[in-house]
């Protein structure tokens, strides 16, 4: 069997089992970006409760977030933790898209994929899963989202080495699979359903989707 059928298999394994994933839960773009930026190091629970409190205070959109005082807006996004460092990088993220973008997340998102990767990487804090998620979920652009859940399901599976970097899983699914944003978007949403119920550091094979798959429950 081809390395692309099998992952095809294992998403069809995984979607019949857990059913549509409805990712990003979120009410706009923007709302996606800034949740991608607050999910960094903790739990979706507490990012919610960050959302919610922004939502309450009407700070919950580009203009407004842009006149907030840092300090302030820490305050609002204290849920979800290290949120003075967080509030830090959503000024940054702001700024940049006010002085890159003009505040145009149209204009932003038709800006080339790798181009806009780069830019979203030049900001202070911003990361290649989150920029990644934000160009998938936010954007609606072709870019496969790696993260921890994915790795250890990748590594137990024996789908790649141990010491592969973030860019090559990233290769592997672009190389596998078609580029097809739908695909990329429930794809990754399903392994980190399989990630947090199953694969965990503590594998619980039993029950898991991908059980019937070849794999090493202790790696």
């Known amino acids: 069997m081809s390395t692309s059928q099998l992952l095809?298999?294992?998403?069809?394994?995984?979607?019949?089992?857990?059913?549509?994933?409805?990712?990003?839960?979120?009410?706009?773009?923007?709302?996606?970006?800034?949740?991608?930026?607050?999910?960094?190091?903790?739990?979706?629970?507490?990012?919610?409760?960050?959302i919610t409190r922004l939502e309450e205070a009407g700070a919950l959109e580009a203009e407004r977030m842009r006149g907030l005082e840092e300090s302030t807006l820490a305050e609002y996004i204290r849920a979800a933790g290290t949120y003075r460092v967080k509030a830090a990088r959503l000024k940054r993220f702001v700024d940049f898209f006010?002085?890159?973008?003009?505040?145009?997340?149209?204009?932003?998102?038709?800006?080339?994929?790798?181009?806009?990767?780069?830019?979203?990487?030049?900001?202070?804090?911003?990361?290649?899963?989150?920029?990644?998620?934000?160009?998938?979920?936010?954007g609606h652009l072709p870019t496969f989202v790696v993260d921890a859940y994915t790795a250890r399901i990748l590594r137990r599976h024996g789908l790649i080495d141990e010491e592969a970097t973030y860019d090559e899983m990233q290769e592997f699914f672009a190389f596998h699979l078609p580029e097809n944003v739908d695909l990329y978007n429930e794809y990754h949403a399903l392994l980190v359903q399989v990630g947090?119920?199953?694969?965990?550091?503590?594998?619980?094979?039993?029950?898991?989707?991908?059980?019937?798959?070849e794999h090493d429950m202790t790696r």
């Open 196 to 213: 947090k119920r199953y694969c965990r550091p503590k594998a619980r094979c039993e029950g898991c989707p991908l059980e019937s798959f």
């Open 8 to 50: 095809m298999d294992m998403f069809e394994a995984m979607a019949r089992a857990l059913g549509p994933q409805h990712w990003w839960p979120a009410k706009t773009p923007w709302e996606v970006i800034v949740g991608a930026i607050l999910t960094q190091n903790t739990a979706w629970r507490n990012v919610e409760k960050a």
């Open 98 to 138: 006010y002085e890159r973008h003009r505040g145009d997340l149209e204009a932003m998102f038709a800006t080339p994929l790798r181009t806009l990767r780069d830019e979203l990487l030049s900001v202070r804090g911003i990361g290649r899963e989150t920029a990644d998620a934000i160009l998938l979920y936010a």
